[in-house]
């Protein structure tokens, strides 16, 4: 029961937060008769892999105690690359800007100790700006191999439910089975215990950040190989929807909780909620309104110290 | 002999340096306006022609009075990116047509409005001690969202007549919207400086955990920030409605994270107790210069974001390092 208590205190998993996509799951079962049908439940899959690639990255650099607002920025520029660079280069051209991101990010935050939410606003700004610069109108090519990555359908599943197994898998072994995951959690609890215990607290979130851009890159990679041309635009709802999904999972904005299940479980209850609400025919602008219903919903419940930013 | 010749020197050299750390201390807003100015000079000296510096200014206007409220906001700690969409809710209370008033009834919702979006930003920041960024974001989402999926409904109508006559009056040459601008920043200065509210601010600015356990009402202070800080942006979407003359869905989408570079490269930074309401008003000032500098030069919104966003981060990335040190 003790060991529980404090499990629940790492994951920062409530029951809640698990029974919510239980919850509508049920109710659009029974509210809607399209909603089970195979073909559906694919969409909804497809739909949200890139929502959960970008929301794994961001509850990695929460959980170090930081934030990243230029998520969607860093998915609009590599839908942007993507279709104007050559496509042998593409990918890794993409991949490099992640890390330069994810770098700007990270020394902004530990070097010069600007404020997180200031220092990615601040990039997500200029990252949007050069996406705009990149490719000012949507369209072009995505690079075929791309496109069959994320649209064939491998033993008859969608590939969508692969990357989405994948990253899952992936996070949960880098959060709960390393090192890293284990000073991940150390360095967002307590930076200056963490630091007088030998983790390198500075370099640690660095290292965290440029994770976060690297997922953002391969969720924008995923989501332009899906539509099928690029959007420097396409991402911009996606640095406030990572942060609800997350929040809505448990994770702890102040740092040093959360978990792979909670994230999970955030980002279906986000994409059932936007499923059932084009299935129910509602207009896609309340979309966005019911996602800030629930953003204030889920900060509003965790605790924290500070007034502020 | 030496000693003579030595110790003047040493003391104009001390006096140099007081003067030029105090030079340093300046908000960068003053230097880069400096810089600016000169660089239209050589490349577009048409800019600098007082009939279209006094147009800058008038269009510097919304952008300066939701830099107010932003530096209040961020003197306290605290951020409000909820300008945009106080201004979109603004927007649609008097365009919309949803709402059968007369114009002034429907001023005085749209001033409503800006109170209780700021009580509720101020809730969720004081009260539930959430984030601010997500808090204001959040609620930006809502407006947004409600307001658009309504105004699908039926296309927006015209700007009150009263609002549009702002925009276009000017009493001699000096436009009208500037006088509105300077009416409230002169006020608001005063008041900050003369008044125990004011000090309230910059100790809260200064040391967060000092000014609560010293018993300043603090979540009073923060309250009263964040709904003057939606005023602010109610008042700004007036002037912008009335610039543009018809209620649109995109008015001031830009405006949040421009009144946050304005405020601070206008000096005002988290966690050190200073700054005033000169440095961000002259930042806006700047930054709608180097906008129209930038569309001069051929450069669209795309530079203007970068331009944005290197703003931002370079300029609190100094104030950092210069703190530090």
Same mark, same amino acid.
């Given at each position: 029961?003790?060991?529980?208590?404090?499990?629940?205190?790492?994951?920062?998993?409530?029951?809640?937060?698990?029974?919510?996509?239980?919850?509508?799951?049920? $109710?659009?079962?029974?509210?809607?008769?399209?909603?089970?049908?195979?073909?559906?439940?694919?969409?909804?899959?497809?739909?949200?892999?890139?929502?959960?690639?970008?929301?794994?990255?961001?509850?990695?650099?929460?959980?170090?105690?930081?934030?990243?607002?230029?998520?969607?920025?860093?998915?609009?520029?590599?839908?942007?690359?993507?279709?104007?660079?050559?496509?042998?280069?593409?990918?890794?051209?993409?991949?490099?800007?992640?890390?330069?991101?994810? $770098?700007?990010?990270?020394?902004?935050?530990?070097?010069?100790? =600007?404020?997180?939410?200031?220092?990615?606003?601040?990039?997500?700004?200029?990252?949007?700006?050069?996406?705009?610069? @990149?490719?000012?109108?949507?369209?072009?090519?995505?690079?075929?191999?791309?496109?069959?990555?994320?649209?064939?359908?491998?033993?008859?599943?969608?590939?969508?439910?692969?990357?989405?197994?994948?990253?899952?898998?992936? *996070?949960?072994?880098?959060?709960?089975?390393?090192?890293?995951?284990?000073?991940?959690?150390?360095?967002?609890?307590?930076?200056?215990?963490?630091?007088?215990?030998?983790?390198?607290?500075?370099?640690?979130? @660095? *290292?965290?950040?440029?994770?976060?851009?690297?997922?953002?890159?391969?969720?924008?990679?995923?989501?332009?190989?899906?539509?099928?041309?690029?959007?420097?635009?396409?991402?911009?709802?996606?640095?406030?929807?990572?942060?609800?999904?997350?929040?809505?999972?448990?994770?702890?904005?102040?740092?040093?909780?959360?978990?792979?299940?909670?994230?999970?479980?955030?980002?279906?209850?986000?994409?059932?909620?936007?499923?059932?609400?084009?299935?129910?025919?509602?207009?896609?602008?309340?979309?966005?309104?019911?996602?800030? =219903?629930?953003?204030?919903?889920?900060?509003?419940?965790?605790?924290?110290?500070?007034?502020? *930013? | 002999?030496?000693?003579?010749?030595?110790?003047?020197?040493?003391?104009?050299?001390?006096?140099?340096?007081?003067?030029?750390?105090? #030079?340093?201390?300046?908000?960068?807003?003053?230097? +880069?306006?400096?810089?600016?100015?000169?660089?239209?000079?050589?490349?577009?000296?048409?800019?600098?022609?007082?009939?279209?510096?006094?147009?800058?200014?008038?269009?510097?206007?919304?952008?300066?009075? %939701?830099?107010?409220?932003?530096?209040?906001?961020?003197?306290?700690?605290?951020?409000?990116?909820?300008?945009?969409?106080?201004? #979109?809710?603004?927007?649609?209370?008097?365009?919309?047509?949803?709402?059968?008033?007369?114009?002034?009834?429907?001023?005085?919702? +749209?001033?409503?409005?800006?109170?209780?979006?700021?009580?509720? &930003? %101020?809730?969720?920041?004081?009260?539930?001690?959430?984030?601010?960024?997500?808090?204001?974001?959040?609620?930006?989402?809502?407006?947004?969202?409600?307001?658009? /999926?309504?105004?699908?409904?039926?296309?927006?109508?015209?700007?009150?007549?009263?609002?549009?006559?702002?925009?276009?009056?000017?009493?001699?040459?000096?436009?009208?919207?500037?006088?509105?601008?300077?009416?409230?920043?002169?006020?608001?200065?005063?008041?900050?400086?003369?008044?125990?509210?004011?000090?309230?601010?910059?100790?809260?600015?200064? &040391?967060?955990?000092?000014?609560?356990?010293?018993?300043?009402?603090?979540?009073?202070?923060?309250?009263?920030?964040? #709904?003057?800080?939606?005023?602010? /942006?109610?008042?700004?979407?007036?002037?912008?409605?009335?610039?543009?003359?018809?209620?649109?869905?995109?008015?001031?989408?830009?405006? +949040?994270? &421009?009144?946050?570079?304005?405020?601070?490269?206008?000096?005002?930074?988290?966690?050190?107790?200073?700054?005033?309401?000169?440095?961000?008003?002259?930042?806006?000032?700047?930054?709608?210069?180097?906008? &129209?500098?930038?569309?001069?030069?051929?450069?669209?919104?795309?530079?203007?974001?970068?331009?944005?966003?290197?703003?931002?981060?370079? %300029? +609190?990335?100094?104030?950092?390092?210069?703190?530090?040190?």
């Amino acid at each position: 029961m003790l060991d529980l208590k404090r499990r629940s205190r790492r994951t920062g998993l409530t029951p809640i937060a698990l029974a919510l996509p239980l919850a509508l799951f049920i $109710l659009l079962c029974l509210s809607s008769s399209t909603f089970t049908s195979l073909e559906n439940l694919a969409n909804v899959n497809s739909q949200i892999a890139a929502l959960l690639i970008a929301s794994l990255g961001q509850a990695i650099v929460a959980i170090s105690g930081g934030i990243d607002l230029s998520v969607g920025a860093v998915m609009g520029l590599t839908s942007a690359i993507l279709v104007t660079v050559d496509p042998s280069l593409a990918v890794p051209l993409a991949y490099a800007m992640g890390i330069a991101v994810g $770098l700007v990010n990270g020394l902004g935050v530990t070097f010069f100790n =600007v404020h997180p939410l200031v220092m990615s606003l601040a990039s997500m700004t200029f990252v949007q700006g050069l996406a705009l610069l @990149v490719n000012p109108v949507p369209g072009g090519v995505v690079p075929g191999y791309l496109r069959t990555l994320a649209v064939s359908e491998p033993l008859g599943l969608p590939a969508a439910l692969f990357w989405s197994v994948g990253v899952i898998l992936l *996070a949960w072994y880098l959060l709960n089975r390393t090192r890293f995951g284990l000073r991940t959690y150390a360095v967002g609890a307590n930076p200056a215990s963490a630091q007088r215990n030998g983790v390198s607290a500075a370099r640690h979130k @660095v *290292a965290c950040y440029v994770l976060c851009s690297l997922a953002a890159v391969t969720a924008g990679i995923f989501l332009t190989a899906r539509v099928g041309a690029g959007d420097a635009t396409m991402g911009a709802a996606y640095s406030l929807d990572t942060v609800t999904a997350m929040a809505l999972g448990g994770v702890q904005l102040a740092g040093g909780a959360g978990s792979v299940l909670g994230v999970v479980a955030g980002v279906l209850t986000l994409g059932l909620i936007s499923n059932g609400m084009n299935l129910l025919g509602i207009s896609p602008f309340l979309r966005a309104a019911v996602t800030g =219903v629930l953003l204030l919903a889920a900060i509003g419940l965790q605790r924290r110290e500070a007034i502020g *930013a | 002999m030496t000693d003579f010749a030595t110790s003047p020197s040493t003391t104009t050299g001390q006096r140099l340096r007081a003067a030029g750390s105090a #030079v340093a201390s300046l908000p960068f807003a003053y230097a +880069a306006t400096l810089i600016l100015l000169i660089a239209a000079y050589f490349m577009r000296p048409a800019l600098l022609s007082p009939m279209l510096l006094l147009l800058i200014a008038r269009q510097a206007a919304p952008l300066g009075l %939701a830099a107010i409220g932003q530096s209040l906001c961020m003197r306290v700690l605290s951020i409000d990116l909820s300008i945009g969409g106080v201004i #979109v809710g603004v927007s649609y209370i008097l365009t919309g047509g949803l709402l059968p008033f007369s114009d002034p009834v429907l001023m005085l919702i +749209a001033i409503a409005f800006g109170v209780a979006v700021g009580l509720l &930003n %101020a809730f969720f920041i004081t009260r539930l001690r959430a984030s601010s960024v997500i808090v204001t974001l959040a609620v930006t989402l809502i407006i947004t969202g409600v307001a658009v /999926a309504f105004s699908q409904l039926r296309s927006p109508g015209d700007a009150p007549e009263m609002l549009r006559q702002v925009s276009r009056l000017k009493i001699g040459i000096v436009p009208v919207a500037l006088l509105i601008w300077l009416a409230v920043l002169i006020p608001i200065a005063v008041f900050l400086r003369m008044s125990v509210f004011g000090r309230y601010i910059d100790a809260i600015g200064a &040391n967060p955990r000092a000014a609560w356990v010293s018993g300043i009402p603090y979540v009073r202070v923060v309250t009263v920030v964040h #709904v003057m800080s939606s005023l602010f /942006a109610v008042f700004s979407g007036f002037l912008l409605i009335g610039f543009v003359g018809v209620g649109s869905m995109d008015l001031g989408r830009d405006l +949040a994270l &421009n009144s946050l570079a304005a405020v601070i490269l206008g000096g005002v930074t988290f966690g050190s107790g200073k700054g005033g309401v000169l440095g961000p008003t002259v930042a806006a000032l700047m930054l709608t210069f180097s906008f &129209n500098l930038l569309t001069s030069l051929g450069l669209g919104e795309p530079a203007k974001l970068m331009l944005q966003g290197l703003i931002i981060g370079v %300029a +609190a990335a100094a104030y950092s390092i210069q703190r530090k040190t």
